[in-house]
């Protein structure tokens, strides 16, 4: 069959039958395909089927394209009023060409969001601005669904706007899975909250029982072992209970922060001396730059504290014996910049755009060793942008160490942030 007028794959395997005699020929030997296929595309070219009669105008073509397309499509005047609107918005909405055009479209829209549509409509009308919004639209039974809805102006070649041409997208689904998403992340936080809660309650008493243990002289070496084992275990379980504990605040939009004037230098000064010790048992050099000079930031200062010993023990778990790590506080850019770089065994490119994703620890043998969870650097991020700041983590690969940059807005002089603080962002915050 002759399949010239077909699409081009099918082409290349069966020719016209014409030509077919001459493509086997060609076929045949390889330095003649590339002269079969120059011959059949200039057939495809130039060959034209009889044309049906749907085909017969422009126009034709265009409305069996917009009345069979999955949206509802429609078409504005550069002054907003709509002029045509293709046949499935007419079946969905029960409705004729005619009493649309009379009607408007406020009539099928949702009453309570019209003035906020009608507004934004203004805006992109004045513009000239793609237009992308979430439209309530009333379907003939009286039922409202939800629509993705997306408009382009159409210009001439001045530029002039002669038409908009928008289509509107039903996701109803789309938006109730993802609300089913959203309310299944909450209870999962809400659990992980209830669950490090309920862990968290014998920890007091554990604490208070090795201290008192800890009064009374050990006697023998065996017994102080254990106690410091004990103390340790203690001291880690404590920080993943706290570490859940807020991870899951985050997940509830419960996690506090109070953000005043405070100096970043010192912040970090009290830090790089609280872990001196740890560091010093690890055989890890730890070194401060700009510590000695205050440095104002708007932020609140025990949530720094938290993300910096975060990178801390981060840094310290990562570098090996011999290593060096240095914490430097400085301003740029009209922001606070505290950086923790280690000569530790750094971090494979792959893993840099998840890093900051809960739970990765999972990826990383090494990790898993370390008995982390995967918290500190997801916490880092929420702590550090709930204050209006970023963090971003560089390494030039495995085997060549880290660094980590935590920015936050500077104090200025009157004690006001550069930048308004950003509303705490939740892990399921995704909104159309
Ligand atoms: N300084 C660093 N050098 C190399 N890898 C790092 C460094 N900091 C973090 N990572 C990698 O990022 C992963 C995630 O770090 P994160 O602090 O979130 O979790 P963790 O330290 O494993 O556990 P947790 O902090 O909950 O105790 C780590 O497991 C490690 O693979
Ligand atoms: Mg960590």
């Known amino acids: 069959m002759s399949s010239c007028g077909g699409p081009w794959m099918q082409r290349m395997g069966s020719c016209h039958a014409r030509t077919r005699g001459r493509c086997r020929a060609a076929f045949a030997k390889p330095e003649r395909m590339r002269i079969a296929f120059a011959h059949n595309l200039r057939r495809a070219l130039t060959w034209r089927r009889p044309r049906p009669d749907i085909y017969r105008s422009g126009e034709d073509m265009f409305k069996l394209l917009a009345d069979n397309i999955a949206q509802l499509a429609w078409i504005a005047e550069p002054d907003g009023r709509m002029s045509w609107y293709n046949k499935r918005w007419l079946e969905f909405s029960g409705t004729t060409q005619e009493q649309m055009r009379k009607l408007g479209w406020e009539h099928v829209h949702h009453p309570d969001h019209l003035?906020?549509?009608?507004?934004?409509?203004?805006?992109?009308?004045?513009?000239?601005?793609?237009?992308?919004?979430l439209v309530a639209q009333r379907r003939s039974d009286g039922v409202y669904r939800w629509f993705l809805s997306h408009a382009f102006p159409l210009r001439d070649e001045t530029g002039r706007i002669l038409k908009w041409f928008g289509t509107n997208t039903d996701i109803t689904e789309q938006l109730a899975l993802e609300e089913e998403l959203?309310?299944?992340?909450?209870?999962?936080?809400?659990?992980?909250?209830?669950?490090?809660?309920?862990?968290?309650?014998?920890?007091?008493?554990?604490?208070?029982?090795?201290?008192?243990?800890?009064?009374?002289?050990?006697?023998?070496?065996?017994?102080v072992r254990a106690?410091?084992?004990?103390?340790?275990?203690?001291?880690?379980?404590?920080?993943?209970?706290?570490?859940?504990?807020d991870i899951s605040r985050v997940g509830t939009g419960k996690l506090h922060i109070e953000r005043e004037p405070c100096d970043a230098a010192g912040i970090a000064s009290q830090v790089v001396g609280d872990f001196a010790g740890v560091f010093a048992t690890r055989g890890v050099a730890l070194e401060g730059t700009g510590l000695d000079r205050p440095c104002r930031v708007l932020g609140d200062a025990s949530r720094i504290t938290q993300a910096l010993s975060n990178l801390l023990s981060n840094a310290v778990k990562f570098t090996p014996k011999g290593?060096?790590?240095?914490?430097?506080?400085?301003r740029s850019e009209g922001q606070v910049e505290i950086a923790v770089s280690d000569s530790g065994r750094g971090?494979?490119?792959?893993?840099?755009?998840?890093?900051?994703?809960?739970?990765?620890?999972?990826?990383?043998?090494?990790?898993?060793?370390?008995?982390?969870?995967g918290l500190g650097l997801p916490l880092v991020k929420h702590l550090v942008e709930?204050?209006?700041?970023?963090?971003?983590?560089?390494?030039?690969?495995?085997g060549r160490g880290a660094e980590f940059i935590l920015r936050l807005p500077a104090a200025a002089p009157g004690g006001q942030a550069?930048?308004?603080?950003?509303?705490?962002?939740?892990y399921a915050s995704a909104e159309i």
Request: proline share 7%; net charge positive; with cysteine.
């Open 323 to 330: 290593g060096r790590v240095r914490v430097r506080v400085g």
């Open 347 to 373: 971090i494979a490119a792959e893993m840099l755009p998840t890093l900051f994703q809960p739970f990765r620890t999972h990826m990383d043998r090494e990790s898993l060793k370390e008995g982390g969870l």
């Open 386 to 398: 709930a204050q209006g700041g970023t963090v971003e983590a560089r390494s030039e690969g495995c």
């Open 115 to 133: 003035d906020r549509v009608r507004q934004k409509v203004q805006r992109h009308l004045q513009t000239g601005e793609p237009w992308k919004d």
């Open 227 to 245: 106690l410091a084992v004990a103390e340790r275990q203690v001291r880690h379980m404590a920080k993943l209970l706290d570490d859940l504990l």
């Open 418 to 426: 550069a930048e308004p603080a950003r509303p705490l962002p939740a």
């Open 182 to 223: 959203r309310a299944s992340d909450r209870r999962k936080s809400e659990f992980i909250s209830v669950l490090a809660h309920e862990l968290r309650n014998p920890m007091a008493p554990l604490w208070n029982s090795l201290e008192i243990l800890q009064r009374f002289p050990a006697q023998d070496e065996k017994q």
